[in-house]
């Protein structure tokens, strides 16, 4: 047997192949420097735009 978690249906949403697939594809997009992290306060994303 295999065990399966059980999950909220408010949160169901985030567990589909569709939502999935575009986590992943945000999770490459930062990998590559496509995007930037999220910035801990202003200054550093002042800093960032001013590249």
Do not use: M, V, Y
């Not at 594809?25 to 590249?51: C, M, Q, T, V, Y």
């Amino acid at each position: 047997f295999i065990p399966k978690k059980l999950i909220s249906k408010d949160q169901a949403w985030f567990w589909t192949q569709e939502w999935q697939a575009k986590e992943r594809e945000a999770d490459e997009a930062i990998a590559s420097g496509e995007i930037s992290e999220p910035f801990e306060n202003a200054e550093e994303l002042i800093r960032h735009l001013r590249k």
